[in-house]
């Protein structure tokens, strides 16, 4: 009799790898759940997430119908934020008419408008605005008041002019705006949500893989064998970490081609930083298989970790909005830093020695989640 | 990692107890497997035979007791007594998903098979366990017969030294049972050692040596020839003939006669050797109007031996 000798680590691996694979090429639901699904929402999300405000619409009141009144909605609605929808004939159908969401802001002109400000005693518009998306109506009430602030700032440069006087020298801010000169949501957007459906697909796939074997009972199998739990956790994960940078080289591909997305940094890095990420994610999934009993329990834990984890990754809610004493919790959050690496290097062309930090971060989550991932695994066969 | 000296047993149990809870599954166990021998453990659903084997090849961690398995400490050296076992458990575990040859390349690579020796053993055993030319089946389109050899060719892979095969052939038909015996026999006779637990008595039959598991406790062990003796003391006889029907009566309730059943056209008895024997039988059932008597002595079987044991063990439950 030969004391048996200990398996090739190398043999080991490649053989889950080997089988990890066949598993998952031969299963279209899965295939089509990792590659083919994320693609389709990030298109979708990509068009439907977007704060641009633009086309507000706007029913003006103007019962003065003269020139200048005319002239002045006619020039607010021109610039594209406000779009028109009609005229009302007093405030309140205007004001019911925000009621029944069939306008969103109301213009009203007061019946003397002309006469008044030809007055010289000032004219006063009212703005309705209807508060329930508050990043629109700021927009929205910005667009109105610039416009009529640039309006009065003129017609009293005029009235001085006319009079003789100098005017004042003119105070204007030029903001330049780095890296998303357009200020276009998509460039900035779409990084996060690849990486939010990221984190979705591949912590299900890998909490549910090990919850089913274990269901199935090929788990026992395995275990009866000499192979070493790190290596079959290792094995598992390694052909989802390929199939996850094949889907952000597809995302990136179509952020490119759809959206206009920048790549202005290293590829390379990005796809260093993927699987760090990666790493992260699917070892949060095998974490959540080692404490359930079955799929179920699994598919549970999956929500547990990937909804707090993508609404306190400053993807929804920007981080500084959040309580302070939540703050803290979202640098544990690898979705963070997973999207502050996309983004640094698509829109803003970052190196290694801007990320850094980020990518450190998530190679020391990634190791601690896998360490007690393995030590679970480990301690449930005793 | 000492290799166990020759003639040393190759699985030992010494008072191997696990508890759920409260409930005991095995209770104190002890017991010792020899070198390339055929052991059965038989018990009834629940008995504590898959806990036991659970406790042997290091998936289950004994609540007390120890086991030695191919000369290496389960507790101490689990990795080395799973590098010389082999494992097929009671529900099949194989990749229902993958085909036949990527679940034998799998489960090779796991024991550190690789490369052309693997491709050549698992072929091999495609061939020994009659499952040629399936390679590329998906293993869950098989039927059940060919499916628990392939388990079986997936547990030697490896050329283990001891194999436990937990309720091999249930559920499988006659034909497809014999074969996989033929398999059994196989192994035990290239001298690996077989530790199988099975419902059905009949297979028991095969084995050198059977472990009978009453509520987690192993309340007989030995040959079956030897459990017979002790189990069964009467003498089972059969007797045929012309008009037996009617002379049964006759031997109810006669001194040294224990039971008579009908058996087919004949009947079954069970006497005490002591008192009475088959030409005994032969002249009573003669005088009660039988014709053409004739009494042979009947092996008893494991069915016999079964039934005395499980009895035994609810009368002792019983009175105390
Ligand atoms: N993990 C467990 N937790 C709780 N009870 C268990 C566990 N595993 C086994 N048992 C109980 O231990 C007892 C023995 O189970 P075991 O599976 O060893 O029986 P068995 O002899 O193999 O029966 P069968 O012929 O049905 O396979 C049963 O009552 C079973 O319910
Ligand atoms: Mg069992």
Redesign the pocket.
């Given at each position: 009799m030969t004391a048996p000798v200990r398996p090739s680590a190398r043999v080991q691996l490649a053989a889950v790898f080997r089988k990890e694979v066949q598993q998952t090429v031969r299963d279209r639901r899965i295939m089509f759940m990792l590659v083919v699904a994320p693609l389709i929402q990030t298109v979708v999300f990509g068009f439907a997430v977007d704060f641009e405000v633009d086309r507000v619409p706007t029913v003006v009141v103007d019962p003065d119908r003269s020139a200048t009144s005319r002239e002045d909605a006619r020039r607010l609605l021109a610039d594209g934020t406000l779009l028109s929808t009609g005229e009302e004939i007093s405030a309140e159908a205007a004001s019911a008419g925000i009621d029944a969401g069939r306008a969103s802001a109301a213009l009203v002109f007061e019946r003397r408008a002309e006469a008044d400000r030809l007055s010289g005693r000032g004219q006063e518009v009212q703005v309705l605005l209807d508060g329930t998306d508050p990043n629109r109506t700021t927009v929205t009430s910005g667009a109105v008041s610039r416009f009529f602030s640039e309006l009065g700032e003129r017609l009293a440069r005029e009235r001085l002019e006319a009079s003789g006087q100098t005017p004042p020298a003119q105070l204007r801010p030029i903001p330049r705006v780095a890296f998303n000169p357009g200020l276009a949501t998509a460039p900035y957007m779409v990084p996060g949500i690849a990486a939010m459906l990221l984190v979705i697909v591949t912590t299900f796939t890998s909490a549910m893989g090990l919850a089913r074997e274990r269901e199935m009972g090929t788990l026992e199998q395995v275990l009866v064998t000499p192979i070493r739990p790190v290596l079959l956790l290792v094995g598992k994960m390694a052909p989802f970490v390929v199939i996850g940078l094949l889907v952000v080289a597809l995302l990136i591909g179509v952020g490119t081609w759809l959206f206009a997305i920048p790549i202005r940094g290293s590829l390379g890095l990005l796809f260093l930083g993927t699987v760090l990420y990666l790493l992260t994610t699917l070892g949060a999934g095998l974490l959540i298989s080692t404490v359930s009993a079955n799929q179920q329990q699994a598919f549970l834990g999956g929500f547990l970790f990937t909804i707090p984890a993508v609404l306190l990754s400053g993807l929804m809610t920007p981080i500084l909005a959040m309580p302070g004493w939540l703050r803290p919790l979202t640098l544990l959050n690898p979705i963070r830093w997973y999207a502050e690496i996309m983004r640094g290097v698509l829109l803003r062309g970052a190196g290694l020695a801007d990320l850094w930090l980020q990518l450190a971060v998530l190679l020391v989550i990634g190791v601690a989640i896998m360490a007690a991932a393995t030590l679970r695994f480990r301690r449930r066969l005793g | 990692m000492s290799a166990p000296a020759p003639g040393a047993p190759v699985i030992e149990a010494r008072q191997l107890t696990r508890r759920?809870?409260s409930?005991t599954?095995?209770d104190a166990v002890s017991f010792e497997v020899e070198r390339g021998e055929i052991f059965g453990y038989l018990?009834?659903?629940?008995?504590?035979?898959?806990?036991?084997i659970?406790m042997l090849n290091g998936l289950l961690a004994p609540t007390s007791g120890t086991a030695r398995v191919a000369g290496h400490d389960v507790a101490a050296d689990p990795d080395s007594v799973k590098a010389s076992i082999g494992y097929m458990s009671?529900k099949f575990s194989l990749y229902l998903d993958l085909p036949v040859m990527e679940n034998l390349l799998f489960f090779g690579g796991a024991y550190g098979l690789f490369g052309k020796a693997l491709r050549v053993r698992a072929g091999e055993l495609l061939e020994l366990t009659g499952l040629a030319g399936q390679d590329a089946a998906i293993t869950g389109s098989l039927p059940g017969g060919m499916r628990q050899r392939l388990a079986l060719a997936g547990a030697i892979l490896h050329r283990p030294e001891v194999v436990f095969l937990?309720?091999p052939t249930a559920g499988v038909d006659p034909v497809a049972r014999r074969a996989f015996w033929r398999l059994i026999r196989q192994l035990s006779s290239g001298g690996t050692t077989v530790f199988v637990?099975t419902?059905y008595l009949d297979e028991a039959e095969y084995c050198r040596r059977i472990g009978l598991?009453v509520d987690?406790r192993l309340v007989a062990l030995d040959s079956p020839a030897g459990l017979k003796r002790t189990w069964v003391p009467d003498r089972v006889l059969v007797a045929r003939g012309q008009g037996l029907a009617g002379a049964a009566a006759a031997l109810a309730g006669r001194d040294g006669v224990r039971s008579v059943q009908p058996f087919g056209a004949g009947l079954h008895l069970r006497v005490d050797p002591a008192r009475l024997d088959e030409a005994g039988v032969g002249r009573i059932l003669s005088a009660a109007g039988a014709r053409e008597v004739v009494v042979d002595r009947a092996e008893p079987s494991l069915e016999d031996v079964f039934l005395a044991v499980v009895g035994r063990e609810a009368r002792g439950e019983a009175v105390t």
């Open positions: - | 759920f809870g409930f599954a095995v018990g009834a659903n629940g008995a504590g035979k898959s806990t036991t659970r009671q937990d309720e637990t419902h598991m987690g």
